[in-house]
């Protein structure tokens, strides 16, 4: 059944075989002159998947900044990975994930307080090797000074012995 009201201007042009309808918001839909309404096809799948594209490829930037930042030894902090990666500090809220990964490199840096790229940390085992190597270091340094310390005994003790040689805790001898 056609409208009564007139047709605005900006309400498109329909085909001869159907007219349009008016809605209870007031705009106006095509009909066909059989009475039933066609839907135009449903093309959301392609809206879906260019929305998921996006949202993959903002993940990826995402992921590659904190990289960077890690690796570069900067603070990682949400403010920091959405000035690298060029993403909206909602969207990272929205990826658990992301946050997750953000606040473990924060706790991290701020623990050692040092801001070093994961790969360059030193594990556990690494650390204990380090230490037993410092260890036995320290402990032939010891030694060594022990042995120069003995050393320079027996040699202050050759010095006093000999009487034209001028030592150095007491004034020169005069030798007649």
């Known amino acids: 059944m056609p409208s009564d009201r007139p047709r605005s201007p900006e ?19 095509p ?9 135009s096809p449903d093309n959301t799948h392609y809206l879906r998947s260019a929305e998921q594209q996006r949202r993959t490829r903002l993940i990826e930037q995402a992921q590659q900044a904190i990289r960077r930042l890690d690796t570069a030894g900067e603070a990682i902090t949400v403010a920091a990975v959405v000035r ?3 993403t909206s500090r909602a969207f990272l809220y929205r990826i ?3 946050i ?8 991290l840096q701020q623990r050692s307080d040092q801001r070093q790229p994961v790969r360059q940390r030193m594990t556990d085992s690494s650390k204990e090797a ?6 036995a270091t320290n402990g032939e340094l010891r030694a060594e000074i022990q042995r120069l310390r003995t050393q320079n005994a027996l040699l202050l003790g050759h010095l006093r012995e000999q009487p034209t040689i001028h030592h150095l805790d007491r004034p020169p001898r005069q030798v007649d």
């Open 11 to 29: 309400a498109p042009k329909t085909a001869t075989n159907t007219t349009t309808i008016t809605l209870t918001t007031g705009l106006q839909a």
């Open 130 to 135: 380090r230490i037993r190597q410092l260890t």
């Open 31 to 39: 009909r066909c002159l059989s009475g039933v309404f066609r839907p």
């Open 84 to 86: 690298a990666s060029g």
């Open 96 to 98: 658990p994930e992301l």
């Open 100 to 107: 997750q990964e953000i606040q473990r490199l924060r706790d």
